[in-house]
């Protein structure tokens, strides 16, 4: 529970929440869909407010706790101090992904998401600007990824050879000497090694003031290079909302799929209207089959 970004957030940390996590997967296979499950653990962006409430850091008596990170170095300025984690704090990590992996199996799960972006634990690891470690969890890039591998490693085990395992990265922090795309190719080429199926690739995330260069498929370069140089499946998300626009990157051989998160929050009949647009036969929910456009004869 102390991954959580904030006290509202859900997760799969106990075995009595396996089953309300059965209903949900159940339900999204029961009309048509695949259903996935991504794993996460906040790290020094954890103990939060609920976003529409500000997302401010929570001390112990609002409901909050104690963060833990690669380093005490706070997420911005008057953030909490986190507690630079121990080895045994390492090994748990690693052991928790894997029961999450388990219960989500159990769960009814098809896919399985390992969150390593956004500024987020596993990529507080990745980054120089967030790990001052001297161990062998931090300085070289090979020390900073010792961790997020092992617990791709860890899930990738727990989790059938038939089933995918996708990792999200951010492929740059936007800022000088962060993370960057010639690190993220470098761990793509490790986690394909270790059977990771795909890389979501996001960016940002890692510090409140990098100059992100947000705009309608900004980061779909990302994806594309990483693809052609780590010889790995990617997914291109971000400020795609357009049809045309998403099949377009695949078309063009950017990505292997393309993600969509808040444009399914706008619109979440986008897929039937995709589907429509690019004049794509697919079957509809039986409850809006007769909402189904015709095409006047």
């Known amino acids: 529970p102390a991954g959580r970004i904030s006290p509202a957030d859900t997760g799969i940390w106990n075995d009595e929440q ?22 996460a653990h906040a ?26 990170a690669p380093s005490s170095v706070p997420f911005a300025p008057g953030w909490p101090e986190p507690t630079a984690m121990t080895h045994e704090d390492i090994e748990a990590t690693v052991r928790r992904f ?18 390593m972006a956004h500024g987020y634990l596993l990529h507080e690891f990745l980054s120089p600007l967030s790990n001052r470690r001297t161990d062998e969890y931090g300085g070289s890039l090979e020390n900073r990824m010792r961790l997020p591998l092992a617990v791709a490693k860890a899930v990738r085990e727990a989790w059938p050879a038939h089933r995918p395992v996708f990792v999200r990265i951010s492929a ?3 800022v000088e000497g962060g993370w960057d795309l010639e690190q993220s190719i470098v761990l793509a080429r490790k986690l394909r090694e ?32 990483i693809r ?25 051989g950017q990505a292997d799929v393309v993600l969509l998160a808040r444009e399914l929050l706008r619109d979440p009949h986008w897929p ?22 015709q095409d006047p004869k």
């Open 98 to 115: 894997r029961e999450a992996a388990e219960r989500s199996l159990e769960a009814g799960f098809q896919v399985v998401e390992v969150h």
């Open 228 to 252: 052609a140089e780590a010889g790995i499946a990617t997914g291109a998300v971000g400020f795609i909302t357009e049809p045309q626009q998403a099949e377009d990157i695949i078309a063009k």
């Open 18 to 39: 396996v089953e309300a996590f059965r209903r949900i997967s159940a339900f999204i296979e029961a009309q048509g869909a695949v259903s996935a499950i991504q794993l």
């Open 272 to 293: 039937l209207r995709a589907a429509h647009v690019l004049r794509a036969d697919i079957p509809w929910p039986k409850q809006y089959e007769r909402a189904r456009p």
């Open 43 to 68: 790290g020094r962006k954890a103990s939060t407010d609920v976003p529409w409430n500000g997302g401010r850091p929570l001390l112990p008596e609002d409901g909050g706790w104690g963060t833990l």
């Open 172 to 174: 740059t922090d936007w």
């Open 194 to 225: 270790l059977g990771i199926d795909l890389i979501d690739c996001s960016s940002g995330g890692l510090v409140p003031d990098a100059k992100i260069p947000a705009g309608p498929g900004f980061q779909v370069p990302f994806a594309e290079r």
